[in-house]
């Protein structure tokens, strides 16, 4: 069973750019979700991805957007960067209805650091 | 809105028991998951428990639940070295995206 994949792992970038982050789920998760973890804070949502739709937001403006692929893989896209947008941005996958729990299962996560 | 809260630090003998302990403030919670991140990585799943259990135990981990005072702690018998690392607690909120709200994170030193 291959586990929650991410790329890549580091990225630099100046303010104002955009970035793309990449997910791959867990082999039969069909959910994906994104959090943000600023340096030494909890991770923070900021949305979720179900069958290729959002499936529900935290409280980041509209520069954070996503995208979730036929194969259940996704995207997180950031416009306009920010210095606040520095964190490891961390991708979850889980599984609905599976009858257990909708356990989220964590990747590496993404380094991002906004110069 | 949900808090969750943890104290910051910890530190045990190896050999010892650890214990993490945790508040939360929304009682509409499902489930409830304890996290482990060590340095420059992402989130390991260690446990979790369903609201209306009391304990859950796990090999070394043992789980305790007091929905009346939303009061969670994960106890570590026997602590290791390796289980240095930041633990995070999170509950589970049926809000449609069934999202994670997680607490700042306690972080574990084990001293040899």
């Known amino acids: 069973e291959t586990g929650v994949t991410q790329s890549p792992t580091h990225l630099i970038k100046t303010r104002g750019q955009q970035v793309t982050l990449r997910c791959s789920s867990q082999?039969?998760?069909?959910?994906v979700s994104w959090y943000q973890q600023a340096l030494g804070q909890g991770p923070q949502f900021i949305f979720q991805y179900y069958r290729e739709e959002e499936n529900g937001r935290g409280n980041f403006p509209p520069r954070f957007s996503g995208l979730q692929f036929p194969n259940y893989s996704s995207e997180l896209n950031v416009n306009a960067l920010e210095l606040d947008d520095s964190a490891l941005y961390l991708c979850?996958?889980?599984?609905?209805?599976?009858?257990?729990?909708?356990?989220?299962?964590f990747g590496p996560g993404t380094r991002l650091t906004v110069l | 809105g949900e808090d969750v809260e943890q104290s910051l630090f910890l530190s045990v003998r190896e050999g010892d028991s650890s214990v993490i302990n945790c508040t939360y403030t929304d009682s509409s919670s499902t489930y409830l998951y304890w996290y482990k991140q060590e340095p420059g990585a992402g989130l390991q799943l260690l446990t979790y428990?369903?609201?209306?259990?009391d304990m859950k135990q796990d090999q070394r981990l043992t789980v305790l639940l007091n929905k009346k005072d939303k009061h969670l702690s994960l106890r570590i018998a026997d602590t290791q070295t390796g289980d240095s690392a930041i633990y995070f607690c999170?509950?589970?909120?049926?809000?449609?995206?069934?999202?994670?709200?997680f607490g700042t994170g306690t972080r574990l030193t084990v001293i040899p």
């Open positions: 979850a996958s889980s599984s609905p209805g599976t009858g257990i729990t909708d356990t989220q299962y």
């Open positions: 082999s039969g998760h069909n959910t």
């Open positions: 999170a509950e589970s909120i049926p809000t449609g995206a069934n999202n994670l709200f």
């Open positions: 428990i369903f609201s209306n259990m």
